[in-house]
């Protein structure tokens, strides 16, 4: 599970930690407190709605701290005119003669919807280091690679959203 995160990354998991530590797991207490003072438990769906809410919030709270004990903390190394971490890059993909912008981001931040892609992904590994006008093969699996040229790069300070 050894996501590579940045330390922005890591500030906002921490973030979502404390906050549903703070806020989310009082209110999921109360919640059951209110449910259990109903009366009969053994048909008080709301008691058990109220209980499945706060173990949900419990293991949501122990996976994100399980993510930031086991991360790699990773920063962008590469040049002005290389692509890396944050970098948003126009592709031309010859056999479809299209062209795409992805952005290469962290585990936590990919969203192949946004266009963002993690630099665990195959075309992420690939891009990493390039410039504008190489040609890069994409190793999908040991039978399959695509090539793509990288037409235009754009660094990025960093990127919004993450999905942990």
Do not use: C
């Amino acid at each position: 599970m050894y996501n590579k995160l940045t330390k922005a990354d890591i500030e906002k998991i921490r973030a979502e930690i404390e906050h549903r530590k703070l806020v989310v797991r009082k209110e999921a207490i109360e919640a059951v407190k209110e449910a259990r003072a109903q009366g009969d438990l053994s048909e008080n769906f709301e008691y058990y709605a109220a209980k499945r809410d706060k173990n949900k919030n419990e293991s949501r709270i122990r996976y994100l701290e399980r993510i930031i004990k086991t991360a790699t903390i990773v920063e962008s190394d590469n040049a002005e005119d290389e692509i890396g971490l944050n970098t948003t890059v126009e592709l031309y993909f010859e056999e479809d003669d299209e062209t795409e912008m992805v952005t290469v981001v962290t585990t936590a931040q990919e969203d192949s919807l946004k266009g963002r892609i993690s630099i665990e992904s195959p075309m992420g590994r690939a891009l990493l280091k390039h410039k504008v006008g190489d040609r890069v093969w994409i190793q999908v699996n040991k039978d399959f690679r695509y090539p793509v040229i990288v037409r235009s790069l754009r660094q990025n300070e960093s990127v919004e959203g993450y999905k942990i």
